[in-house]
């Protein structure tokens, strides 16, 4: 079965940086785009970034553009995002998702909190 599982979330203070990851299994990772949400408390899910099955191509929330970096190595089935310059905004819930065969299907999502 598909698996997403988040990890490296954390509390971090305003202007710093985390690196994120996806671990996915149970599908052809290198067969598919992958894409990253954020949901923040009492606001509506929100697309961060996209990153094409070869990494070719990638797209970003205009929130984000010039601090975040979606990457993946599919010869370890990852996707990652890579946070610079944080924000309090960016506080949120971040989910990474992939759509197959016309399912979505979403990890646990891991908490990224920037706070001073």
């Known amino acids: 079965q598909v698996q997403l599982v988040e990890s490296g979330g954390g509390l971090v203070q305003p202007g710093g940086s985390l690196r994120l990851s996806c671990a996915a299994s149970g599908f052809g990772f290198s067969n598919y785009a992958m894409t990253w949400y954020r949901q923040a408390p009492g606001k509506e899910r929100e697309l961060v970034a996209g990153i094409s099955s070869t990494g070719g191509r990638t797209n970003y929330a205009n929130a984000v553009k010039g601090r975040f970096t979606i990457s993946r190595d599919n010869a370890k089935n990852t996707v990652y995002l890579q946070m610079n310059s944080l924000k309090p905004e960016d506080t949120a819930v971040y989910l990474c998702?992939?759509?197959?065969?016309?399912?979505?299907?979403w990890g646990q999502g891991t908490q990224v909190t920037v706070s001073s």
């Open positions: 998702t992939v759509n197959r065969r016309g399912y979505d299907y």
